[in-house]
């Protein structure tokens, strides 16, 4: 059994895991039945946004990774950014997701403890900000009048969205849909508490975002 991550590192590993969650893994590394799914060494994103975030939480993590463009579509032009983790670097960063991952998701569906520490106290919201911000950069936004959702195919970060949802004051909704999950919340108070709060903060200068 791994050593439990110090909040700092769980709070990037956390992030990095729930952003590889949104998407869908690469066609030629779909496994087999009965493999595991995550984490995968290549990731996809659709939005340059998603993958500099990424990226940066990677490096950050001591994981260096190789950022490819490509463009495709004729009279819909798009871009596709591809990260993939050098192979000398694999077995470490998945490892490292797995921790970050597995720990963030106890930390975040346990019951609030009497008495936990401040470090508890401050890091577990922080926890539900990353969650958030990982399924609005990288899920797939679904924007009404009257809510701002998104579609995840993956069941457990659905649940751990509802979760945060709780622990940030917020409501939130899960409905089914055709191979996928739609969490939402209320347009108003509730919306815009979700992405203040999933809002990174400018960093101050020699400060990491």
Same mark, same amino acid.
């Given at each position: 059994?791994?050593?439990?991550?110090? *909040?700092?590192? $769980?709070?990037?590993?956390?992030?990095?895991?729930?952003?590889?969650?949104?998407?869908?893994?690469?066609?030629? !590394? &779909?496994? /087999?039945?009965?493999? =595991?799914?995550?984490?995968?060494?290549?990731?996809?994103?659709?939005?340059?946004?998603?993958? /500099?975030?990424? #990226? /940066?939480?990677?490096? #950050?993590?001591?994981?260096?990774?190789?950022?490819?463009?490509?463009?495709? +579509?004729?009279?819909?032009?798009?871009?596709?950014? &591809? !990260?993939?983790?050098?192979?000398?670097? &694999?077995?470490?960063?998945?490892?490292?997701?797995?921790?970050?991952? #597995?720990?963030? #998701?106890?930390? $975040?569906?346990?019951?609030?403890?009497?008495?936990?520490?401040?470090?508890?106290?401050? *890091?577990?919201?922080?926890?539900?900000?990353?969650? *958030?911000?990982?399924?609005?950069?990288? +899920? +797939?936004?679904?924007?009404?009048?009257?809510?701002? +959702?998104?579609? $995840? =195919?993956?069941?457990?970060?659905?649940?751990?969205?509802?979760?945060?949802?709780?622990?940030?004051?917020?409501?939130? =909704?899960?409905?089914?849909? =055709?191979?996928?999950?739609?969490?939402?919340?209320?347009?108003?108070?509730?919306?815009?508490?979700? $992405?203040?709060?999933?809002?990174?903060?400018?960093?101050?200068?020699?400060?990491?975002?």
């Amino acid at each position: 059994m791994p050593p439990p991550l110090d *909040w700092l590192t $769980l709070g990037d590993a956390f992030e990095a895991a729930c952003l590889l969650r949104c998407m869908p893994r690469p066609a030629e !590394l &779909r496994p /087999q039945r009965g493999a =595991t799914h995550y984490p995968a060494p290549v990731v996809e994103f659709n939005r340059e946004d998603a993958a /500099q975030r990424m #990226r /940066q939480l990677l490096e #950050r993590l001591d994981v260096p990774v190789e950022h490819e463009v490509s463009v495709g +579509g004729l009279r819909r032009r798009y871009e596709v950014h &591809r !990260l993939r983790v050098r192979r000398e670097h &694999r077995v470490g960063y998945a490892r490292l997701l797995e921790v970050g991952w #597995r720990q963030g #998701r106890r930390e $975040l569906l346990a019951a609030p403890v009497p008495g936990a520490s401040t470090a508890r106290r401050v *890091w577990v919201p922080r926890l539900a900000e990353a969650a *958030w911000r990982s399924a609005l950069l990288a +899920g +797939g936004r679904h924007v009404r009048r009257h809510i701002l +959702g998104v579609r $995840l =195919t993956d069941r457990e970060l659905a649940a751990v969205l509802i979760r945060s949802a709780t622990l940030l004051g917020v409501s939130a =909704t899960l409905r089914p849909g =055709t191979g996928c999950f739609l969490v939402s919340v209320a347009d108003g108070p509730d919306r815009a508490l979700i $992405l203040h709060r999933s809002t990174l903060a400018p960093a101050r200068a020699g400060e990491p975002a």
